[in-house]
């Protein structure tokens, strides 16, 4: 059971994060865990709009342009999308039965899937560990990116850290 230190911590690293991302269309950019999108929903963050079709095909648009997919056109019926609370990403069909996943489910908790103002559409969620030493009134850091780029985000800077 995690302590409600590092349940605090955890909820003010997501919610810097958010706020990093933050925008006028905040929510219409995020999927919180235990929701679920229905065919013919759509998050969005400017001209970049997330589609769950309905002919069960997840498409990310660029200015009407798609630019990724999950590949799963016409792979069943009635599809909905859902960002289950243990960060997993699941397309369902009609009859509850998964057709894509993004296989990162992990422990219970708290995540969401987010349409960036970069384009690209990331599961963010709680820390695996912290030591709960962080300074009341200090620049919140927030570690994002990808294997081979991974930032450090510190306040309003942004660090690159070379290979992980």
């Known amino acids: 059971m995690s302590s409600p230190s590092l349940c605090n911590s955890t909820f003010f ?3 810097a994060t958010l706020a990093f991302l933050a925008a ?9 865990s235990g929701d679920t999108m229905y065919a013919g929903q759509s998050l969005s963050y400017g001209n970049y709009i997330l589609t769950m079709q309905t ?4 498409v990310l648009y660029d200015n009407g342009r798609a630019v990724w997919s999950s590949n799963t056109y016409n792979q069943g019926y009635s599809c909905t999308l859902r960002m289950q609370t243990d960060g997993n990403l699941v397309i369902y069909d009609g009859s509850n ?3 894509w996943a993004t296989n990162t489910g992990r422990e219970q908790g708290n995540y969401v899937l987010v349409v960036q ?3 690209n559409v990331v599961i963010y969620g709680g820390a695996i560990w912290g030591a709960g030493s962080n300074a009341v009134g200090t620049a919140p850091v ?3 990116g990808n294997s081979t ?3 450090v985000v510190a306040g309003d800077g942004i660090t690159m850290v070379a290979g992980k």
């Open 13 to 15: 690293i997501l919610s």
């Open 24 to 32: 006028s269309s905040f929510a219409d950019s995020v999927l919180y």
């Open 55 to 58: 002919d069960c095909n997840l």
């Open 97 to 99: 039965t998964a057709i």
């Open 117 to 119: 103002p970069d384009r």
């Open 142 to 144: 927030i570690i994002s």
């Open 149 to 151: 780029q991974p930032a």
